[in-house]
Structures are given as C-alpha cells and as structure tokens.
C-alpha cells in the first residue's frame, strides 16, 4: 500500500466533489450566488438539479440491472417490473393508505422483497433466452395488472398514479437541493455497496457463473442461491430507484412497467459499459442528457435520431465508455511501457 | 502396493437415451489410493459414466457408493463436497478470469464464506494461497495473473487439472487429460497426474485414449464397450486378454509395448 487513499481514490473522490458542487457551479454560470441556490431559488440550477435527480434514478436502476445482465450474465426483459413495484407500493401506500416516508420506505423493502421471492422460485432455475423470454411475461402480466381498470381506484390505470402527496420537506416543488442530495447519497451508498457486492465471496461467484455456469456448478456451487442474492439485491434497489421516482415525478406512469423501461437500463447499461457498474452512471448521464437535448432542439422526432445514436454505439463502441476506457488504458499502459524498456535498452 | 479398500463402486448403473443404452449395468469397484484407467473405443460410455459417478447427470437404474455412501441422486455441486473431483474432455475453465481466480474460486467453494457478501474477497487470504499453492504445483506459478483463456491448450489443461486439486479431492476423475496437447507435453502431465496420486495418497480414475500412457501408469484397467464392462485387470492382464485383443483394440491400438519409460514405473 504505497499509494495514499486520496490518489487511490481519485476518480470517485473528483466525481463526489463535482456532484456535490453541480448545483452551485450551474447556479453561478447563471449569474445565481450558492445562496440563491441553497435557498431553492426557481433558476437553471434548479432545472438542472431535476435532471440530475432523474439520473440518479435512471442510474440506480441501471445499476440493478447491471448487476443481474453484466455481472452475474442474464438477459432480463422484465427487470422494469422491480422498479414498477417500488413505484407503485410506494405511491399507493401514501396515497390510498396515508402512510407516511418512513413506514412507505419499510413497505417498498418488504415489497421488493416478496417479489424477489416470487419470482426467484423460478428465475434462478432458467438461463439463456428462456430466463429472457420468463422475464418479459412476468413484467408484461405487471403491466396488464397496473392498466387494469379493476384497480383502477388505487393504480390510476393507464393514465397513471397521480396525486400522491410529498412532505414539504423532500418535495421536489420546495426542496429540490434537498431531494437532490438525498437521490445523490442514496445512489452512492448503492453504488458503494455494488461495488463490494461484486468483489466479495458472493460477486465472485456470480461472475463465475456468467462466465461458465456449468463449471461454477462443478466447482461445487449451488447457483440457484447465488443468482437468488443477486435477484435480490437487484429487487431491491430497482424498488428503491422505483420510489425516489414517486417522490420526484408528479405521475406514477404504467410505462414503469413496461418492456421500454427495461430497454432503458440496457441501453444505459450498454452505453456505459456492461458489466463495469460505474457505467450505470456515467450511461444514465449520456441517456438523459441525449434524450432531453434532441427532444429540446430537435422536438418529436428526436426518438429516431437517438435510435440511430444507440445503434452507433453498440457497433462502435460495443464495450461501453467506461470498459472501452480500461481497455484502452490498460493498452497505453502496456505501450508506454515498452516504449520505457527499448529507451532503456538503446541507452545500454 | 497402497491398500485394498474400496472407495468408489457403482452396482447395476445403468443410463438410457432413449432406445440407446449408453451405460450398460455396470458394475466397477475402484480401490483406495490406485490409479485405475477406463479405455475403450469412442461412443463404449465412458463420459457417460463419468457423468454418473460426478452427479452431472442421473442413471437410469443402478446405484453409485462413495466410501459406504450412496450418492447416486446427488446432484453435481454436492458430490464435490464428498471429496469427488472431475475434469473435463473438453476444457473447462473461465475464460475471462484470471488462472488465479479461477483456482481460488474452486478453493472458495470448499469454504464457509461464500455468502458473506459485505466483505471483500481478498479478506480471506486462505483461499488466496491454496491458489497459489496448488498453481505452483501445475506448473503455472509464472501466468497466475493471464486471463485463462490466452493460455495455450496445454496450460489450460494444467488449469484444469488445479481446478480440481484446489478443493483437494479424494478422488480425481480424469476424463482425457491429455485430449489436445501437443505429444511432447503428455509426459509431463501424466508424470504430474502419477505424482499428485502417489503423494498425496489420492485414488484417480483416468478416461485415456493413449496407450502407451494408460499401460505404463495404470494399476488397473477397465475396458468398456458399448456401454458394458468388457475386461478389467492389470495392464499385463489386458494387453494379455485375447477378448480384448480381438473384439476391438487389436484393430484399433497398438498394443505393443511401449517405448522407453518415460513415465517411471
């Protein structure tokens, strides 16, 4: 250990601070003073706070499906539906039942995870195209249960779950530098989290079993129990992700829950690089920033350009930004090296 | 000569394919502590029964005994546990993890931790070393940090051989080792293979296509074809055994014997 923990760091540490000071430095692009902005003064940093909210959402949902496509190898067409769960479990418990953040919080967990049960009886046993095809069906019966006009009174149906009532205290109309820094912490804390999941006992194995399943069964795990933690985990923070978005979003629309919600975190995750869970973030940037300058400048059709956008990458950059990066710095590394050893070897 | 015991046996195991009757009421008995090898042409059932034995795949009828045991219905991630371990003909490793990772995931797997997920992997150095130890041991001490699959075949069987003796088995089945390697690399597997079963007092069960290996190392040979047992004896015994000579192997093997002794015994 001779590198200090700062230079260790350095990239997360730079990115912290940056995201700390984002509100201020826009207010002051502005012409806003950081008490302008600190007093949730109407203003391009405030706008921009909101963005930012929506991705840190965007991320954190990017990040659950990262863990279950890019870490532990399994195709997911239906991971919307964890989100789904949160958003509404949240919206109706504080809508319909007048619960209030803290018990709501207790709820979506109890939530995500009675779905992670439900469905980890049978997600954990398939693999390949039949988990993706498992995934897709379940989500879609979610979806058709959210638009049912049966549940109408507590869903909204297909216009969505509206009029859920936020505490002054964390609505984003009132204190948005607040709910701002509290999507900030609890994505860090996530991400935090992930990124020791992924190097501990457990994460090893699940890179094991995307890597050669059959032989991480010969090895003697049981991987029904690893994919189960890491659907789990997955249900959770999607749940999570799913009630920061009632907080922030006014509406609680069914497409939660549909099969566009999951393409979303792919291509978030593809963007930023499967697999690399930084990437979530960094993807969620790139998706939302894309999606609102096209749809700002370019109006309706921007869909088609930001289709055309994605398809580019994939065939491009098919590693992601961040894995592209490792990639290429690990080849720099390894040039400028041997340029070293021959300058070495021609100076005798 | 090591003792007698039997630590390994199937009774009447049988495997159908349908109407294909692949494993065929075999009945083997493998002794503690000997290097037993099972020929026989392609297609006689012998990674088939292999499977068997692993847990990879459930017999028809018949039953397997481990050390008094009956495992015939465990599943493959439990018969490791018992001191089972199994290699492949074709190779099998994580392509994409390094050879260090992937022989301290086979040396995880025999631990308690594997679900302490809030701590690091690299907290529990024990795992560590046996990784280190045992790539020692195969020979690829150097390429512990290659990805495995930018190893040579024959590295990779050395990779796979570790993989195997990480969670220090009891018993090894070895299905084809040598498959693929370069001629001028066997020897030194099969002097590997020889070494770990001697020394470490371990009973192997090899599935081996080359002749001169399996004559000059096994203590007992298997003969199977078509799904049955055909002869089993010391190697003189089965270079001896007209049935043998002429049912198949007289067509197929030189049966001569081998040339010099490369692999002291």
């Known amino acids: 250990m001779t590198k200090s923990f700062f230079r260790q760091h350095q990239a997360s540490l730079l990115t912290l601070l940056a995201l700390v000071l984002f509100p201020f430095l826009v207010g002051l692009f502005e012409g806003a003073s950081p008490a302008v902005v600190w007093a949730n003064g109407s203003g391009t940093s405030k706008f921009m706070q909101g963005l930012a909210i929506e991705v840190f959402i965007l991320a954190m949902f990017a990040l659950s499906y990262d863990l279950i496509f890019g870490i532990t190898g399994l195709l997911s067409f239906g991971h919307s539906m964890f989100f789904a769960v949160g958003a509404y479990a949240s919206g109706i418990a504080i809508k319909s039942f007048g619960l209030n953040l803290g018990q709501t919080f207790l709820l979506v967990l109890a939530a995500a995870f009675i779905q992670a049960v439900l469905v980890g009886i049978v997600l954990p046993r398939v693999k390949g195209i039949t988990f993706a095809l498992v995934t897709l069906g379940m989500a879609s019966v979610l979806h058709l249960i959210v638009m049912s006009t049966e549940l109408g009174p507590y869903t909204g149906a297909d216009v969505g779950l509206q009029g859920v009532i936020i505490p002054d205290f964390i609505n984003p109309a009132v204190e948005r530098l607040r709910l701002y820094f509290v999507a900030m912490t609890v994505f860090i804390l996530f991400y935090l989290l992930y990124k020791r999941f992924v190097d501990s006992p457990t ?119 961040i894995g592209t990066w490792r990639l290429k710095s690990l080849e720099l590394k390894k040039g400028w090296e041997d340029l070293l050893k021959r300058f070495q070897r021609s100076m005798g | 000569m090591a003792n007698s015991d ?70 493959v991630h439990k018969t490791i546990h018992f001191g089972i371990g199994r290699s492949f003909q074709i190779t099998n490793i994580f392509p994409n993890l390094t050879v260090l990772e992937n022989i301290r995931l086979a040396a995880q797997a025999m631990g308690r931790d594997n679900l302490k997920f809030w701590q690091s992997a690299s907290a ?51 299905d084809e080792p040598t498959a693929g390697m370069a001629s001028e ?30 004559m000059t190392v096994s203590d007992t040979i298997t003969v199977m074809h078509q799904g049955r047992v055909l002869a089993e004896g010391t190697p003189a015994e089965i270079k001896a055994n007209p049935e043998v000579q002429t049912a198949y192997l007289g067509g197929l093997y030189e049966l001569e014997s081998p040339t010099p002794q490369t692999y002291d015994k």
């Not at chain 2, 090898?37 to 039953?63: C, D, M, R, V, Y």
């Not at chain 2, 512990?144 to 089945?173: F, S």
């Open chain 2, 185 to 214: 690399q066997v020897p030194e597997l099969i002097a590997l293979i020889q070494e770990i079963q001697r020394a470490g007092n371990k009973t192997v069960l090899l599935v081996e296509h080359n002749m001169n290996v399996v």
């Open chain 2, 6 to 75: 039997i630590i390994f046996q199937t009774i009447n195991l049988r495997k159908e394919f349908g109407a294909l009757v692949a494993v065929d009421n075999v009945n083997l008995q493998v002794r503690a502590n000997t290097l037993h090898a099972i020929i026989g042409p392609n297609g006689a059932g012998k990674t088939t029964f292999f499977n068997l034995l692993s847990g990879n795949i459930e017999p028809t009828s018949g039953q397997v005994i481990f050390k008094g045991r009956d495992i015939t219905h465990q599943p």
């Open chain 1, 203 to 321: 994460g090893r194995v699940c890179v094991a079993i995307r890597e050669n399943e059959d032989r991480a069964k010969m090895l003697g795990y049981n991987v029904f129990t690893f994919k189960f933690a890491a659907l789990l985990l997955s249900s959770i923070t999607a749940a999570l992700a799913g009630f920061l978005h009632t907080i922030y979003q006014p509406i609680v629309s069914p497409n939660t829950a549909s099969l566009a919600f999951t393409v979303t975190a792919l291509l978030i995750v593809l963007i930023g690089g499967v697999g690399t869970l930084s990437g979530a973030f960094l993807g969620a940037i790139v998706f939302r920033a894309l999606d609102f300058g096209l749809r700002r400048y370019i109006g309706e059709s921007a869909s088609f350009i930001n289709g055309a956008v994605y398809v580019l990458f994939v065939l491009f950059i098919p590693y992601g930004i």
């Open chain 2, 124 to 174: 529990f150095k024990q795992y560590e070393q046996r990784a280190w130890q045992v790539a020692e041991k195969v020979g690829l001490k150097d390429r512990v940090y290659h990805l495995a699959r930018t190893l040579p075949h024959g590295d990779q069987r050395k990779l796979e051989l570790g993989m195997i003796l990480a969670p220090d088995p009891e018993v090894l089945l070895l």
